[in-house]
Nanobody
Framework: QVQLVESGGGLVQPGGSLRLSCAAS????????MGWYRQAPGKQRELVAS???????TYADSVKGRFTISRDNTKKTVYLQMNSLKPEDTAVYYC????????WGQGTQVTVSS
């Protein structure tokens, strides 16, 4: 069973940056499009960024121009560089396949507050 382990969250002031990482325990990581999702309190989980196995990326309008998704297939890891953070980015961030049928990890909390 695939395990996903997210890390890199924390408390940051508005305008600040964070880099999230997600390591996957599967040897076939490179074959799949991956995504970063987030879930804010009282809201549904949403896809904020995705990356195909050939590095084509897509972003939700709310993060376009501020977030960058990337992957390192040798490390079986997907990253999310988050710049110009806003309070509305506060959420628990998760990674999964773009079609999210792997078990969810524990996520990593991102809190943007002054």
């Amino acid at each position: 069973q695939v395990q996903l382990v997210e890390s890199g969250g924390g408390l940051v002031q508005p305008g600040g940056s964070l880099r999230l990482s997600c390591a996957a325990s599967t040897s076939i990581f490179a074959a799949y499009a991956m995504g970063w999702y987030r879930q804010a309190p009282g809201k549904q989980r949403e896809l904020v960024a995705s990356i195909t196995s050939w590095d084509m990326t897509t972003y939700a309008d709310s993060v376009k121009g501020r977030f960058t998704i990337s992957r390192d297939n040798t490390k079986k890891t997907v990253y999310l560089q988050m710049n110009s953070l806003k309070p509305e980015d506060t959420a628990v961030y998760y990674c999964n396949k773009k079609t999210p049928d792997w078990p969810w990890g524990q996520g990593t909390q991102v809190t943007v507050s002054s």
